[in-house]
């Protein structure tokens, strides 16, 4: 079924129905589509552009169908060229002739629009709590070892040490930002573009800013032209989820190698890692390596999504109909990857020993025995050649800093006293 026809001879070849459909995927708005009608529809009655007695059958008719489609009972109907086609189609079973007078005063151009501004709203804020989540994790991990020190990298290399929970901290800020960032997206989502009809709005007496309020949009869209060729917010949406995928991507990293032997920072729960089907002493970090992985998902919407929309004259064009497919797939990925995420870190062990062990001898306080120099009337550069000289010769001795006496220490300056220890005790 399609909502069209009038003015065509023929019916539509078969395989060109099929593709120019978007049935097939559109069908996951049909919630929002029954919601976004139930609010036009009151507007329409409430602004007697429709008799009020009409409005009330089709608002009860497309309740009826949002409660099937919320308790999975909807049955989509694959024949209709998309999901407003369907919803129409099911109104005008239950209302009859009232149900065909829905659609006045707006176009599936502005309806699309709407609904997918309704499901992002909904699904920024699942992100949102998603992200909360996994922050919630990292902190309950990083609470567990309390003022633990561990080497901090730089160029992969032990550069100096810092505490467990600032290390994570790291984390929870990456993905405070990508929170940060998702909260003001939903500003620019949560704009109503209802009421511009097919671009250019409508000599119906319509009221955008009652639609606005019922669906709890800030304020309607002001260029109806705009408001149906936009999908700005979509790609907005898909690259902020690229960020949160790249962020996922590195502390994924961060645990892969942390797993490693030569590592053994860390030992993941035998229930979130797989074994190999010929080695059988391997334990893989999958989960993290499928995560690392699934970047290239979201960056490919993200590409995939600016190139529907790169040179698109005004206003709206079939290509935009696409736009969908890269948005689910980018929201179902970054969804699932949180989950496990937060799973993953309270499944997931320190190995204390460990770390301490590869803190011996890797002199990464030497940045503190320099300060100490330059706190006792040293320069800098000069303090930072005689710890050069002490690394060296410690290197040499096959001792740490801490296991040098202080006849040693003074050979390298005389500024050093005993309380050198006292500035080596952060490690
Ligand atoms: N299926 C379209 C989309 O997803 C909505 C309908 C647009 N209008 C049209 N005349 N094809 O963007």
């Known amino acids: ?23 097939s995927f559109d069908n996951r708005l049909a919630k929002y589509d029954c919601i976004g009608s139930i609010a036009h529809v009151k507007m329409l009655g409430k602004q007697k552009i429709i008799p009020a007695k009409d409005a ?11 409660a099937k489609i919320e308790t999975e009972k909807f049955k989509v109907d694959f024949s209709c060229e998309d999901i407003h086609t369907n919803i129409e189609k099911e109104v005008i079973k239950l209302a009859g002739e009232a149900g065909k007078k829905m659609h006045t005063a707006r176009s599936r151009n502005d309806q699309i629009a709407l609904d997918e501004k309704l499901y992002l709203k909904t699904e920024i804020i699942e992100v949102i709590s998603k992200l909360q989540k996994v922050i919630i994790s990292l902190d309950k991990w990083s609470a567990l070892h309390k003022g633990l020190i561990i080497p901090g990298f730089t160029h992969m290399q032990h550069a100096q040490p810092v505490k467990f929970e600032e290390y994570i901290g790291a984390y929870t800020e990456m993905l405070g930002r990508d929170i940060w960032r998702l909260t003001d997206a939903y500003k620019r989502a949560n704009i109503m573009p209802l009421g511009a009809c097919a671009l250019a ?18 304020i309607p869209t002001k260029n109806t032209i705009d408001s149906v060729s936009d999908r700005d917010h979509v790609i907005e949406f898909i690259s902020d989820c690229a960020i ?27 229930a979130f890692t797989t074994g190999s089907s010929i080695m059988p002493q391997k334990k893989n970090p999958d989960i993290f390596e499928i995560l690392r992985g699934r970047t290239g998902r979201a960056f490919g919407g993200l590409v995939g999504m600016l190139t529907v929309m790169k040179g698109l004259p005004l ?5 935009m109909q696409e736009d969908k497919l890269h948005l689910f797939n980018v929201v179902d990925s970054v969804k699932e990857s949180l989950s496990i995420l937060e ?20 002199y990464s306080d030497a940045v503190e025995v320099a300060n100490y120099l330059v706190k006792k009337g040293m320069n800098f550069k000069d303090a930072h050649t005689a710890t050069g000289k ?4 410690s290197e040499q001795k096959n001792k ?17 006293g005993k309380d050198i220890y006292e500035a080596l005790k952060v490690k």
């Open 315 to 319: 206003a709206y064009n079939s290509d």
């Open 244 to 270: 949160i995928a790249m962020h996922l991507s590195r502390v994924s990293e961060e645990m892969v190698l942390w797993s490693t032997k030569e590592f053994a920072y860390v030992e993941i729960s035998d």
């Open 201 to 218: 709005g409508t000599s119906f007496p319509i009221d955008r800013k009652f639609v606005a309020k019922q669906l709890g949009f800030s």
């Open 343 to 362: 799973l993953l870190f309270n499944n997931i062990k320190l190995k204390t020993g460990n770390i301490k062990k590869a803190m011996l001898n890797d």
């Open 390 to 393: 002490l690394v060296l010769y």
């Open 1 to 23: 079924m399609k909502l069209w026809g009038g003015r065509f001879n023929t019916d539509p070849d078969k395989l060109a129905a099929k593709f120019t459909a978007s049935i």
């Open 400 to 416: 740490d800093f801490c296991d040098l006496s202080l006849s040693e220490f003074k050979i390298f300056s005389k500024l050093f």
């Open 56 to 66: 009330v059958k089709i608002i009860a008719a497309l309740k009826k169908i949002l």
